[in-house]
């Protein structure tokens, strides 16, 4: 038994990001619960808690990226498992909310995912959510208990501010991404720029234009999620064609589907900047792409949370602190 703060606590850790849960249960000084996830021949999911939880604050680390539908499955079966142990509370650890970007009715007669998703959680047990950079932060109002969104930004300004770039310019992917440009910027007393794009199809888009001045300039990408990486290496290409002096690439989630990590490696970008959100496998790895992990903050969130502190204090880059 984990007593934490005086409380007992457990963490567990499912199939998606199991690195990520052992470096936060490092950092929380505790051992991961024991638990066996198992697949019937047909593929069913079947858990097995060998500890009990009753009564217990319990933490489970799941992260839904690909394989998705499969990761939202062991996730929703461990928190039915854990609510029928009586466990005291349910908390899931989901730095990558799968389904987010569909959280919006685009056209007609589609679906809103991310709120199916939200309700799927609720009704099988889960007592509070922690996320990491939503990419809609109105996903939080999808949901009837707690909800803590986590942001990356103080990890990634503190390496950032490292290399002591000169002439820095953030730039926003799109109009969208704006507020979250600005809000990097700040952290760098640094002007933004915006690239105006189009998008003709899913996963294709066109630069039209360069709102701001990029000429000798070091600029800063900023997103939140890069998946097929063609608006990031295309925006990338008109940035330096605009006289950009040095590309980098700042994101949260590298879903990198397809031949993502291809078109980066290959691109006009100098490094990508992103954290351990998701776990990439070895062959998803460049010199070009730099994993930040986000274990300390999710951590600190976590003890946070036993102790009924505030988490938001975690949401601001602090010189003084260590990332």
């Known amino acids: 038994m984990a007593i934490v703060h005086g409380s007992k606590v457990k963490l567990f850790t499912l199939n998606s990001n199991p690195d990520l849960a052992k470096e936060i249960a490092e950092y929380m000084g505790i051992s991961l619960a024991d638990c066996t996830l198992s697949r019937f021949s047909d593929g069913e999911v079947s858990i097995n808690i060998s500890e009990t939880v009753r009564g217990h604050h319990v933490f489970v680390v799941q992260t839904t990226s690909a394989p998705v539908n499969e990761h939202y499955m062991e996730l929703l079966i461990m928190i039915d498992a854990l609510k029928r142990a009586s466990a005291k509370t349910i908390n899931v650890i989901m730095p990558y909310y799968g389904y987010s970007r569909q ?20 009704v099988a047990g889960a007592t509070r959510i922690l996320s990491m950079d939503l990419h809609a932060a109105q996903i939080q109002g999808f949901f ?9 930004a103080p990890i990634m300004v503190a390496y950032l501010k490292e290399k002591n770039l000169k002439d820095v310019v953030i730039v926003s992917p799109d109009h969208g991404g704006t507020t979250r440009a600005r809000k990097f910027a700040l952290n760098f007393g640094a002007p933004i720029a915006i690239i105006d794009k189009r998008r003709p199809k899913p996963n294709v888009a066109e630069v039209m234009n360069i709102i701001g001045d990029v000429e000798g300039k070091t600029c800063i990408l900023v997103d939140d999620i890069v998946d097929t990486a063609g608006t990031v290496t295309v925006a990338s290409e008109a940035l330096k064609k605009a006289g950009a002096k040095e590309v980098y690439l700042v994101a949260t ?9 291809e078109r980066i490696c290959s691109s006009q970008i100098s490094e990508f900047i992103t954290t351990n959100s998701i776990k990439l496998p070895e062959s998803k790895k460049c010199d070009r792409i730099t994993q930040l992990s986000v274990a300390k903050v999710l951590g600190q969130g976590v003890l946070n949370i036993i102790d009924d502190k505030s988490v938001s204090v975690l949401f601001q880059y602090d010189p003084n602190q260590r990332y």
């Open 103 to 122: 959280d919006r009715k685009a056209l007609a007669r589609q679906p809103i995912s991310a709120k199916l998703v939200a309700d799927l959680l609720t």
């Open 144 to 152: 009837n208990i707690p909800i803590d969104n986590f942001e990356a």
């Open 253 to 261: 989630h590298p879903v990198l589907s397809g031949n993502a990590v």
